[in-house]
């Protein structure tokens, strides 16, 4: 009974989805009840029964944080568009520095100067480990990025950069460590987060997570949001994380070895065992997938049915995340509660009060 209401569901959905009602393509497939609106109510198959059926959709709904053409996370917290441009602007190429012997307040001005940011010392905090910023520093960012260039030296003095409400700050390695930023890292769905979240444990700073006794935290992302990953932990951690996902995510995306005037074709497949579902999704994909998207639609995506699998065929990056977000969104599990209608509920009162 469920599984042909949430069907026929679906396909009434589709068929009405329009770009005006999609937005951001969840509304068009469930009511979610994190949004505020009532969640899907289906009634019993035996007639006269006293009791509802109500599906909650659990599944990650889709979202545009990572339909780009490059891995994208999200910064939760602390979070600003000055702080992200700072962060862009570290991980530019540095042409000419050199430094011989420079007071080390006076390097930290030059580097915010040639990368375009605003750096600030942690006075208080350097001073209480007898840091002296007249300290003399002799380093090349020649042909390296600002981030490289200025985390190397300050780990030779025992230093580290955070970011702040809207600024980079230097402090110091113990503050550094003491303080934490939340970021959400999308993973593509089919991709299992545990086992995500197991490698990131394992291959970054292992004994800095909370069930090692450290304080870093890692979570999947509530259900109803995008599939992937919550971590709160430091800004070098997540330089650590973020590097890793993003050339896990290339080497899905960037062939390794192309000829020359030849664009690669994405093929991605995904086992459908319901027939109208695989059916409505041939037929209307594409569509939504285009209309759905900011940039990166694909008017030469193709999408087929192969046995039990639907196959979808594009060049573009973004149009193969959201096509992947929105097959896990519509092919996810249902949390299921039956409950009593209120005449029932009456009934059962009257009958315990006898």
Request: hydrophobic fraction near 40%; charge should be negative.
């Amino acid at each position: 009974m469920k599984r042909s209401l949430v069907r026929g569901f679906l396909v009434a959905a589709m068929a009405a989805c329009s770009f005006s009602s999609l937005c951001m393509v969840a509304p068009a497939f469930g009511a979610d009840h994190h949004a505020g609106r009532a969640p899907l109510t289906l009634a019993s198959e035996e007639e006269g029964s006293d009791s509802v059926h109500i599906v909650f959709p659990s599944r990650p709904q889709p979202m545009l944080a990572n339909v780009s053409d490059e891995y994208q996370v999200v910064r939760l917290w602390p979070r600003s568009d000055a702080l992200t441009e700072a962060r862009d602007a570290l991980e530019q190429p540095c042409e000419t520095a050199e430094f011989q012997e420079t007071p080390f307040r006076e390097f930290v001005n030059t580097v915010a100067r040639k990368a375009g940011v605003r750096i600030s010392l942690d006075n208080k905090s350097l001073e209480n480990i007898g840091f002296d910023t007249a300290t003399p520093i002799t380093a090349s960012l020649t042909g390296r990025s600002f981030r490289a260039g200025l985390r190397e030296v300050l780990r030779g003095c025992d230093l580290a950069y955070v970011l702040t409400d809207d600024h980079i700050e230097v402090t110091t390695a113990d503050r550094a460590a003491e303080m934490r930023e939340a970021v959400f890292y999308p993973v593509i769905p089919q991709v299992d987060v545990d086992e995500v979240a197991v490698l990131i444990e394992e291959t970054v700073e292992r004994e800095s997570w909370s069930h090692n006794g450290g304080k870093g935290t890692i979570v999947a992302a509530p259900a109803g949001m995008g599939h992937g990953l919550v971590i709160g932990h430091t800004t070098a951690v997540h330089e650590q994380i973020e590097a890793i996902l993003r050339n896990l995510d290339g080497a899905l995306w960037n062939p390794v070895d192309q000829d020359e005037g030849v664009t690669a074709v994405f093929v991605r497949s995904y086992v459908i065992e319901d027939d109208d579902l695989r059916t409505a999704l041939e037929q209307r994909l594409a569509e939504l997938c285009n209309q759905s998207l900011p940039h990166g639609a694909d008017a030469d995506a193709r999408i087929e049915v192969i046995g039990r699998a639907i196959v979808v065929r594009s060049r573009s990056r973004p149009f193969q995340v959201m096509a992947a977000q929105i097959i896990a969104a519509v092919i996810g599990e249902d949390v299921e509660l039956e409950v009593e209608s209120d005449e029932a509920a009456t009934h059962s009162a009257s009958d315990s009060s006898t």
